[in-house]
């Protein structure tokens, strides 16, 4: 039996910061780490990153890719 690698998770729900609406549909990801995934019908995400990928990381930079909204930054 493989052994329970240490992970990092991030999750939660995307929604529109003014309007509280739930956004579905929204491609999350972190290019330096490759991970990426999609939001659910309901704006739910989970991402997990092996420790292996972070340990030496104080910061993890999530960046939201969503029809219709111009990126911050």
Do not use: C, Q
Not at 12 to 26: M, N, Q, R, W
Not at 30 to 42: Q, R, V
Not at 58 to 66: C, P, T
């Amino acid at each position: 039996m493989k052994p329970i690698e240490k992970v990092y998770i991030v999750e939660g729900v995307v929604a529109d910061i003014e309007t509280l609406k739930i956004i579905p549909s929204v491609i999350i990801f972190n290019d330096t780490l490759g991970i990426t995934t999609t939001s659910d019908e309901n704006g739910y995400f989970k991402v997990v990153a092996p420790y292996n990928l972070v340990r030496d990381k104080r910061l993890i930079i999530i960046d939201f890719v969503i029809k219709g909204y111009k990126r911050n930054g």
